[in-house]
């Protein structure tokens, strides 16, 4: 029932995943005076959906704190995400208040044992290929602990989407060499560098890195991961913009759009925010996939397509076991964390 569009959109994105996923089952939750027409009238849906009827509906503007008040145990968004609780289902995903979906999963799945903090992963488009960046709005000013925890989860994240046994980690800096940047991305950069890890670290990365696919993951905190975010959404946009400017300045410009036009549909294709919809809550001992409010229904395919693969993969379990290697490292170290060895 959330995002800008509500079910109409929602269930249009959930046939879209039935066309190419037929083993995969939905609980629909929400209205069901809303959503059993829409449901009758596809016969996929019908098929393969259930619903689970919910009396209240966080709206988009609601702060999570009155979100937690007025919507326990009646919410779509609760009972969605006590669903993935209990083990009625596999993958939350919603394109509801990200905030009170972020608060209701931390008070019904809990954080994963040795986490401290969540991190918001997103899948960036490169010019090699695809990355995940994390944190990209959770957690603001993450110290050097929280940043390898969010290093191991985001290689986790690659290994099952991406199959890369050992992905390259960077962390985000202001520049590459070793004595720049603050101490905890310092004392973090040592700690992987030293890693036992299925990991390549890279070393630290600057901005301009992310683009070009320097590494397969890119590690934040918050503040910064989310600007970064928003800056590159900010910037696909004025380049769409210049390019249907020129397009449209006169004849010859329109010509030449339509002699290239194989080219800049694969371009339009590359750039599409669709095919990377969906920032994952990761450290909470459940998948949650939130979909941008305002997508369409391939957008919220792609989240529901993320979702399904990470589950397949078994990435929960990937992230426990690393994070374990990982807490075991530190723990064995006899030296202090800004100079932690590998065993």
């Known amino acids: 029932m959330g995002g800008d569009h509500g079910p109409g959109v929602t269930l249009s994105g959930v046939s879209l995943v039935l066309a190419h996923r037929s083993d995969v089952n939905f609980l629909l939750v929400g209205d069901e005076a809303v959503l059993q027409p829409l449901v009758d009238a596809d016969a996929k849906l019908g098929a393969s959906c259930q619903i689970l009827h919910a009396d209240v509906q966080v709206s988009m503007d609601a702060k999570p704190?009155?979100?937690?008040?007025?919507?326990?145990?009646?919410?779509?968004?609760?009972?969605?995400?006590?669903?993935?609780?209990?083990?009625?289902a596999d993958v939350t995903v919603s394109a509801g208040n990200t905030g009170a979906l972020m608060a209701m999963s931390k008070v019904l799945l809990k954080m994963m044992p040795g986490i401290e903090r969540p991190a918001i992963a997103a899948i960036w488009p490169t010019l090699r290929d695809r990355s995940v960046i994390l944190d990209v709005g959770a957690t603001i000013g993450a110290d050097a602990d929280q940043l390898v925890d969010f290093a191991?989860?985001?290689?986790?994240?690659?290994?099952?989407?991406?199959?890369?046994?050992?992905?390259?980690?960077g962390l985000l800096n202001v520049g590459?060499?070793?004595?720049?940047?603050?101490?905890?991305?310092?004392?973090?950069?040592?700690?992987?560098?030293?890693?036992?890890?299925?990991?390549?670290?890279?070393?630290?990365?600057?901005?301009?890195?992310?683009?070009?696919?320097k590494v397969d993951v890119v590690v934040t905190e918050g503040f910064s991961g989310n600007i970064a975010l928003k800056t590159a959404e900010g910037t696909a946009k004025q380049i769409g913009s210049y390019l249907r400017t020129t397009m449209n300045r006169n004849i010859f410009c329109k010509l030449g759009y339509l002699l290239a036009k194989s080219g800049f549909d694969a371009l339009r294709k590359k750039m599409d925010p669709r095919t990377m919809n969906g920032g994952v809550f990761l450290g909470l001992n459940g998948?949650?996939?939130?979909?941008?409010?305002?997508?369409?229904?391939?957008?919220?395919?792609?989240?529901?397509?993320?979702?399904?693969?990470?589950?397949?993969?078994?990435?929960?379990?990937?992230?426990?076991?690393?994070?374990?290697?990982?807490?075991?490292?530190?723990?064995?170290?006899?030296?202090?964390?800004?100079?932690?060895?590998?065993?």
């Open 287 to 343: 998948i949650v996939v939130k979909s941008h409010g305002g997508t369409d229904a391939v957008g919220f395919a792609h989240a529901l397509d993320l979702g399904i693969d990470m589950a397949q993969a078994g990435m929960i379990s990937r992230i426990a076991r690393d994070i374990d290697r990982a807490h075991q490292q530190r723990e064995n170290s006899e030296i202090p964390l800004a100079a932690a060895g590998g065993g």
């Open 65 to 88: 704190s009155q979100a937690l008040r007025s919507g326990r145990r009646h919410s779509g968004m609760w009972k969605a995400v006590e669903a993935l609780k209990s083990g009625e």
């Open 152 to 169: 191991v989860m985001g290689e986790a994240m690659s290994r099952s989407l991406f199959g890369i046994a050992r992905p390259t980690v």
């Open 176 to 213: 590459v060499e070793e004595i720049k940047g603050n101490g905890q991305v310092k004392e973090a950069g040592a700690v992987l560098r030293d890693s036992v890890l299925p990991i390549e670290y890279a070393g630290f990365i600057e901005g301009d890195d992310i683009g070009q696919g």
